[in-house]
């Protein structure tokens, strides 16, 4: 489709760039969760070296952990982890 507008906007004088991806484009509860992991493990990788899957599950495990220590804190209800063996 990107090939198709190129070769035929390019006959015009303007480039159109699409972005298939666009903010809120239809984010639901499980795009916020995985965005909610993605964080934790950035965050511990910024803080060592992560090199097996331990380590990220490690990290994903802290880092809900924390954020569960902090909504207490706040007087949030909380989530907790569960590793599927």
Do not use: P, W, Y
Not at 34 to 50: A, M
């Amino acid at each position: 489709m990107k090939k198709f507008f190129d070769q035929t906007l390019s006959k015009i004088l303007f480039k159109v760039n699409l972005n298939f991806f666009a903010e809120g484009h239809g984010k639901n509860c499980r795009d916020i969760h995985f965005s909610h992991i993605s964080q934790f493990v950035k965050f511990e990788s910024l803080k060592r070296k992560l090199t097996t899957s331990e380590d990220v599950v490690l990290a994903i495990q802290n880092g809900q952990k924390n954020a569960n220590e902090n909504s207490l804190a706040l007087g949030i209800l909380f989530v907790k982890i569960f590793k599927i063996i």
